[in-house]
């Protein structure tokens, strides 16, 4: 099997317990006002399904996280797994490798690498909407906006964790750095949605995070991240970043 085969049968996996998790969540949450939000690459996939994702990234509250973990390690077989510094996660390894699922909760502050600074999940609140997933799969993600500012807050702690040589594994992070990149791309691209970016929330998330606004800049100087993405020249990356600074 060649590693693309095998990068796009993890994939699969992966997108086959997201299903079982909107299942899960819709037989218990008010499915017009949710308590999980799905964030990460198959939230950057309901916008422009360009890659998807091999982890699932949950923002939910304590109690649904419990429930939920107990409910993929006891029918799914999944099993405890956490990396230091990050949250509480369960893992199922499968033929074509491992997919992971990582709780994040509303009720905990996330810190932003190298600052005093910290995350509140309340920038979900109003602004999230149901979108669908491949077709067949819904669940709550956030706008444009507040997700292109949560994978910023990605590569910031990455580029951080790899420069003062904190990472656990330097050699994983760096390649989630460079999709975090080209996700954020992917949220731009204007051939797919990317000018329904909203520019007001997007300028007041940045004004309360001003460090961002480096590591968006930093988007277009990815090579690795340009390449990966592989539907926008640098020079268009340049360009559109370039006039989103200038508007925040």
């Known amino acids: 099997m060649s590693s693309y085969e095998k990068m796009s049968e993890i994939i699969n996996f992966s997108l086959d317990e997201l299903r079982v998790i909107t299942r899960y969540l819709h037989e218990r949450e008010d499915t017009d006002n949710p308590t999980t939000v799905l964030i990460g690459g198959w939230a950057v996939d309901s916008y422009n399904p360009w890659y998807g994702s091999v982890d699932i990234d949950l923002i939910t509250n304590n109690s649904t996280r419990n429930s939920l973990n107990y409910y993929l390690?006891?029918?799914?077989?999944?099993?405890?797994?956490?990396?230091?510094?990050?949250?509480?996660?369960?893992?199922?390894?499968?033929?074509?490798?491992?997919?992971?699922?990582?709780?994040?909760?509303?009720?905990?502050?996330?810190?932003?690498?190298?600052?005093?600074?910290?995350?509140?999940f309340s920038i979900l609140d109003g602004n999230t909407e149901t979108r669908a997933i491949r077709g067949n799969?819904?669940?709550?993600?956030?706008?444009?906006?507040?997700?292109?500012?949560?994978?910023?807050k990605a590569v910031w702690d990455r580029n951080n964790r790899i420069s003062q040589r904190k990472s656990y594994d330097i050699e994983w992070e760096s390649g989630k750095l460079v999709k975090d990149y080209a996700d954020i791309l992917a949220l731009i691209d204007p051939n797919n949605g990317g000018n329904d970016v909203e520019i007001s929330v997007l300028g007041k998330f940045m004004n309360t995070y001003p460090?961002?606004?480096?590591?968006?800049?930093?988007?277009?100087?990815?090579?690795?991240?340009?390449?990966?993405?592989?539907?926008?020249?640098?020079?268009?990356?340049k360009t559109i970043i370039g006039q989103i600074l200038s508007l925040i």
């Open 73 to 120: 390690r006891k029918e799914r077989d999944f099993v405890p797994y956490r990396l230091p510094g990050q949250p509480r996660s369960v893992k199922k390894v499968t033929k074509a490798g491992s997919v992971i699922i990582d709780f994040a909760t509303r009720e905990k502050l996330f810190p932003f690498e190298g600052t005093h600074e910290y995350l509140d």
């Open 137 to 152: 799969i819904e669940m709550a993600v956030p706008n444009r906006a507040t997700l292109i500012v949560l994978k910023l």
């Open 211 to 237: 460090f961002l606004k480096e590591s968006l800049a930093s988007v277009s100087e990815s090579d690795d991240g340009i390449e990966k993405y592989g539907r926008m020249p640098e020079s268009t990356a």
